[in-house]
Structure formats: structure tokens, C-alpha cells
């Protein structure tokens, strides 16, 4: 009897742990905004569930199904982003672009 309320007290505790985490790791995800290209490079514009955005950026004429060339973090709106694309990688000359 003993044994039974040791196992008690020890598994349903883990097993309770284990499944906050799980179910935490599955509920987030990621979400493809937009794509598009300019200059020598291609993006994916992606937000996250808590409201940031990244973009995904590779270069023209690799394939899709790479790796990206290099991936941003850290934007607070989609905005935000694309203007960080169109100055740094589209080479446009916006007046956001000397800020």
C-alpha cells in the first residue's frame, strides 16, 4: 500500500509537469505574413504569437527550399520591417532609411 501512495505522490506530479510544457511548446507558433523581393534579395515577412515580427531573407536566386541567408529579429510591426528591408537590402533611399 505503501508503494501506491509513493507512485502517487511522484507521477502525478511529473506527468502534470510534462504536460504544461508540452501543451506550451504547441500552442505557439509562428505566422507568414507576407513575401516578397526587391533588389539582390527575397523576404518572408513572419510574426510570432506574442505580436513580433521577423523576416526571413535569402538571397534572389537561391533555392526556396534552403536555408535562409540570414534571418532578423526583434521588429514591433510589420512596418518596421519592411522599411528595415527596403533600406538594408533593397538599397531604396527612404527618408526612413537615415534614421
Known amino acids: 500500500m505503501k508503494l501506491i501512495q509513493i507512485l502517487k505522490l511522484a507521477v502525478i506530479p511529473v506527468l502534470t509537469v510534462f504536460s504544461f510544457v508540452s501543451t506550451s511548446n504547441t500552442a505557439l507558433a509562428d505566422y507568414l505574413n507576407s513575401q516578397g523581393s526587391g533588389g539582390n534579395y527575397r523576404y518572408e515577412l ?21 536555408d535562409p541567408y540570414t534571418t532578423t529579429q526583434g521588429f514591433a ?4 520591417a519592411l522599411i528595415y528591408f527596403d533600406c538594408n537590402y533593397d538599397e531604396k533611399n527612404l527618408p526612413e532609411c537615415s534614421q
Not at 513572419?46 to 534552403?66: F, G, Q, V
Not at 510591426?77 to 518596421?80: I, L, W
Open 77 to 80: 510591426s510589420t512596418r518596421e
Open 46 to 66: 513572419w510574426s510570432t504569437d506574442d505580436n513580433h515580427y521577423y523576416l526571413k531573407i535569402w538571397r534572389y536566386e537561391a533555392n526556396p527550399e534552403s
